[in-house]
């Protein structure tokens, strides 16, 4: 693997079997059939548990999808780590219903005997900065998205918890975490006529992924530095632009949104 990995799952379970598992669960029929990457690699570990792990910030939020569904498997617990944002999140699953662990990862990992690659005395450092997910809708307005997400949760919006704001270039969605979770495709499914751009990218903006969203599907991605293995077309410019301020200008979204604050 040679990027480090932004989320894991550490589960149970004979490792092909995972395997097969996570593709079914991440991937469409048709992304599996035209031979797509995964975008996983299945680690085993040295006892009942095994690592899944993604390195690719388009992807995070697949772990939660691989936990909640693995957790309707087995007994016990099954783990998702989220590595992209300081501080780490990890979370247990039991029978699809999650609860929030304050516990190292790592060290998580290493008692269940599926060591993370990337220890935390790693010298590549550069690798660990945190990400932030920040999404532009056109052609939504915040009321219009407050609606649908509250109809999406069943409940109203925590407050402060989703930062929005209507402007001359659409629907801007982002959150204090620096996570925005699946407000992106929420919104991209319900207003089919949108068309969403959602921006993950390190505060330096050094790693800078751009997904082009419209009826909840991804048809479009830049990224930089280029993903080795893409799983959606690939497009040189976003608005006509090629560098992430540039891009982000075109778009609307302050640079300052990304920062680790």
């Given at each position: 693997?040679?990027?480090?990995?932004?989320?894991?799952?550490?589960t149970?379970?004979?490792?092909?079997?995972?395997?097969?598992?996570?593709?079914?669960?991440?991937m469409?029929?048709?992304?599996?059939?035209?031979?797509?990457?995964?975008?996983?690699?299945?680690?085993?570990?040295?006892?009942?548990y095994h690592?899944?792990?993604?390195?690719?910030?388009?992807?995070?939020g697949?772990?939660?999808?691989?936990?909640?569904?693995?957790?309707?498997?087995f007994?016990?617990?099954?783990?998702?780590?989220?590595?992209?944002?300081d501080?780490?999140?990890v979370?247990?699953?039991?029978?699809g219903?999650?609860?929030?662990?304050?516990?190292?990862?790592?060290?998580?990992?290493?008692?269940?005997?599926?060591?993370?690659?990337?220890?935390?005395?790693?010298?590549?450092?550069?690798?660990?900065?945190?990400?932030?997910?920040?999404?532009?809708?056109?052609g939504?307005?915040k009321?219009?998205?407050?609606?649908?997400?509250?109809e999406?949760?069943g409940?109203?919006?925590?407050p402060?918890y989703?930062?929005l704001?209507?402007?001359p270039?659409?629907?801007?969605?982002?959150s204090?975490?620096?996570?925005?979770g699946?407000?992106?495709?929420?919104?991209?499914?319900?207003?089919?006529?949108?068309?969403?751009?959602?921006?993950?990218?390190?505060p330096?903006?050094?790693?800078?992924?751009?997904?082009?969203?419209r009826?909840?599907?991804?048809?479009?991605?830049?990224a930089?530095?280029?993903?080795?293995?893409?799983?959606?077309?690939?497009?040189s410019?976003?608005?006509g632009?090629?560098?992430?301020?540039?891009i982000?200008?075109?778009?609307?979204i302050?640079?300052?949104?990304?920062r680790?604050?």
């Open positions: 693997m040679s990027r480090w990995p932004l989320w894991a799952v550490l149970p379970g004979e490792p092909t079997r995972l395997e097969s598992r996570a593709r079914s669960i991440v469409t029929d048709l992304e599996q059939e035209l031979g797509r990457e995964q975008p996983f690699e299945v680690i085993p570990g040295s006892g009942r690592a899944i792990v993604g390195t690719d910030p388009s992807d995070v697949s772990e939660i999808q691989i936990a909640k569904e693995l957790s309707l498997e007994n016990d617990p099954v783990y998702s780590i989220e590595r992209a944002k501080p780490w999140a979370t247990s699953w039991r029978n219903s999650l609860e929030v662990e304050e516990v190292d990862p790592e060290a998580l990992a290493k008692s269940l005997g599926c060591p993370l690659p990337g220890s935390a005395d790693s010298s590549d450092s550069s690798a660990r900065k945190p990400l932030h997910k920040v999404a532009l809708a056109e939504v307005r009321q219009e998205a407050i609606r649908v997400l509250e999406d949760a409940e109203p919006l925590t402060s989703y930062l704001e209507d402007t270039r659409g629907l801007l969605i982002a204090g975490t620096g996570d925005i699946y407000a992106d495709i929420t919104v991209s499914e319900r207003f089919p006529h949108a068309t969403v751009y959602v921006i993950i990218a390190s330096s903006l050094d790693e800078f992924v751009v997904t082009v969203r009826g909840g599907e991804g048809v479009e991605e830049f930089q530095p280029p993903d080795e293995f893409p799983r959606l077309r690939v497009v410019e976003i608005k632009e090629r560098a992430p301020k540039r982000l200008a075109a778009l609307g302050p640079a300052e949104w990304f680790n604050e």
